[in-house]
């Protein structure tokens, strides 16, 4: 029952959506999208720690729980981040009236 | 101390506990209390009741070593379930990063760059307290809580200057590599977990030495796992090729907290990149065959860079903030050089404490060298190096207090920034084996580079004692600038001429505080001692489950 799904999904899955988030950082001109693909980033790795908690060697009800903790924490963390993050991209908003990140070009050099 | 926790781990952190109720403290105070006074007023008395908090920590940080820490070493350290490390290491670097909190503090107290003081002092405290907790991570779990905790404080606290545009964009900018860096390094971590089974920073690195075929070869999951870790670290300590954010966030944030990124982030940042370089991943460091690539080499390239890039680009520049950053960004080149040390040295623990020594002094020297920039933006709004002009002639103290950071930063004796990358480079060229010829190459470059660093360095002293000034005159800088000058320019004479009383406790806190996996050697077969998972009894972390009630 509990093999029905191969290890190896998962972690295509989230090397897919990792991949995803990544090329949105890149790719991506408003500050907001930024910000969405860097959670899907988070997200991402937060599956591969579940995936390895729960296909790891030491069976997952008795285990350590590691792997699970550490997504418990991510998922704060990204939170947090989100918070922090829109409340500077207002910031930014303010000064400039946009929300691009290739319009902040005041600094360079 | 066993697995688990107990009162006395309490004991332990209560000067990390102290801290964090006092950053609450801070804001209550500045809503009540403080509420009806001017700007200028509040920054004071909350500077002051920042310093006292700060004060108080470092007190309580120091008594707890005496009274508890002793001289107790290796896994009996380790506290709260084993994630937290309550040894010298500890209690050390609290006291320097508090140190450092209070440098900075004063520098906040020059000018009113903001009306938050309350929210200012508040995040600047607790990101202390992160940077404290992240020395300690022996875990990855408190590793990465401990390292976004105190980077979402820095992002908050580079935005923070209201009058200036270019704060805002700069925290923005921050923000966005920074949180990029960090979902790579979780990556990182997560196939680390994977190919592990276990979070703690030492149980990592006894799992894959013990490993049948230790080293990278062959490895790809371990191999994307060293980059994208490297990747995280290196945004950290801003490493070329990821060092873009590093020379803008440090010019838009406001003096001081250019300061502390600079000094408090790098030192946590590079202690955290030795312990899960050296220690987590030292078995993959080491070159141990052609075909077993480890990533020492990977590390040289970027500390070469970096190095370069980084004394390169501060030729130019004419904005002191920006050089700065620059300079930081040279340095962490220089850094790197002996966080390789630690990685494929056999001496790791002093190879260790060479590279903490530099930290140290490095720290001191470049908060001394913002809190010039401080009293620029307070008495003029600018900051560019010409704002130096005749300052020699005006401030002849100022002037030798720069002249001695400014030697101790090319690397000139009698300062310890010359005993710094003394002891860095002998620890490199100590390095035998395959990789030698790297480290040869890497202590040749860092040379080089320290005489191009001269030049820039040479010309912040050229305004000072040789133009005349065309601007208008400096105030008088005041205790709050001339406390962190003089401490730095004061420990960077007192190491000079005293370089080992820092080195012997530099080498008492490696040796206590790190634990380095055994590393393979190349000819040497290790047989298939452990499978991939050692023994449950072995496995600090099946303890705490093993205390869960049972159906």
């Given at each position: 029952m509990s093999q029905q799904i191969p290890l190896t999904w998962f972690l295509y899955f989230a090397a897919a959506s990792f991949s995803i988030g990544l090329m949105g950082v890149l790719m991506r001109r408003n500050a907001i999208g930024v910000l969405m693909a860097i959670e899907i980033m988070l997200n991402a790795a937060n599956v591969n720690f579940v995936a390895f908690w729960r296909y790891?060697?030491?069976p997952a009800s008795e285990g350590p729980i590691s792997g699970v903790m550490m997504a418990l924490f991510v998922v704060t963390v990204a939170a947090a981040e989100v918070a922090v993050g829109v409340g500077l991209i207002l910031l930014c908003y303010r000064r400039w009236r946009a929300a691009d990140v290739d319009e902040l070009d005041t600094l360079s050099g | 101390m066993a697995a688990g926790f107990s009162l006395q781990d309490f004991i332990l952190f209560s000067p990390v506990i102290l801290l964090t109720g006092w950053g609450l403290l801070t804001l209550i105070l500045d809503l009540t209390v403080l509420s009806r006074l001017s700007d200028t007023d509040r920054n004071r008395a909350l500077g002051l009741w920042t310093i006292a908090g700060l004060v108080s920590s470092v007190v309580l940080c120091q008594f707890l070593a005496f009274e508890?820490?002793?001289n107790v070493s290796g896994q009996d350290t380790l506290i709260f379930f084993d994630t937290l490390n309550g040894g010298v290491l500890y209690t050390q670097f609290a006291a320097l990063v508090l140190l450092f909190a209070i440098l900075v503090t004063c520098l906040s107290?020059?000018?009113?760059?903001?009306?938050?003081w309350g929210e200012y002092y508040a995040l600047l405290t607790w990101s202390a307290v992160s940077m404290i907790v992240l020395i300690a991570s022996e875990d990855l779990i408190t590793l990465f809580l401990s390292l976004e905790t105190m980077t979402i404080c820095l992002y908050l606290l580079t935005a923070m200057e209201k009058s200036k545009k270019r704060s805002a964009e700069a925290g923005l900018k921050y923000f966005v590599y920074g949180s990029v860096s960090s979902a790579l390094f979780l990556f990182g971590l997560s196939l680390v977990y994977g190919q592990t089974g276990s979070t703690g920073i030492d149980m990592i690195g006894q799992i894959l030495s013990g490993a049948e075929r230790p080293g990278l070869s062959g490895n790809v999951a371990g191999g994307v796992a060293v980059l994208m870790i490297m990747v995280g670290f290196g945004f950290k300590v801003s490493a070329?090729?990821?060092?873009?954010w590093a020379p803008d966030a440090y010019e838009g944030a406001p003096a001081p907290v250019a300061a502390w990124l600079a000094s408090g982030s790098k030192l946590a940042s590079l202690v955290a990149m030795v312990k899960v370089m050296g220690g987590a991943l030292g078995t993959w460091s080491a070159t141990t065959s052609p075909t077993s690539p480890g990533w020492v080499g990977l590390l040289a390239l970027i500390s070469a860079a970096t190095m370069t890039y980084g004394n390169f680009a501060a030729l130019g520049q004419t904005n002191l903030k920006r050089l700065l950053a620059y300079s930081s960004i040279a340095h962490a080149g220089y850094m790197l050089v002996g966080v390789i040390a630690v990685g494929i040295s056999t001496r790791r623990e002093e190879a260790a404490a060479a590279l903490f020594f530099y930290l140290v002094i490095y720290g001191l020297t470049t908060i001394a060298g913002f809190a010039l920039a401080s009293w620029l933006d307070r008495d003029r709004g600018t900051e560019d190096v010409d704002d130096l002009n005749g300052l020699g002639r005006r401030h002849p103290y100022v002037g030798v207090a720069v002249c001695v950071l400014m030697l101790s930063m090319i690397g000139i004796?009698?300062?310890?920034g010359f005993f710094g990358k003394l002891y860095m480079f002998m620890e490199a060229l100590n390095v035998g084996g395959q990789d030698k010829v790297t480290m040869i190459g890497l202590v040749a470059l860092g040379l080089f580079n320290s005489v191009v660093s001269a030049f820039y360095y040479v010309r912040i002293l050229k305004a000072i004692f040789l133009r005349e000034s065309d601007r208008k005159p400096l105030q008088n800088m005041g205790p709050e600038v001339s406390l962190p000058l003089a401490v730095g320019a004061g420990l960077a004479l007192f190491f000079g001429f005293q370089p080992a009383s820092l080195l012997e406790d530099m080498e008492v806190v490696s040796r206590s505080g790190l634990r380095f996996a055994e590393r393979p050697i190349a000819s040497e077969e290790r047989g298939v001692v452990r499978t991939i998972l050692p023994a449950r009894t072995e496995n600090p972390e099946a303890a705490p489950a093993a205390e869960a009630p049972k159906p």
């Open positions: 790891g060697p030491t | 508890y820490v002793g107290m020059v000018w009113n760059f903001t009306s938050h070329v090729p990821f060092h873009q004796p009698p300062t310890a």
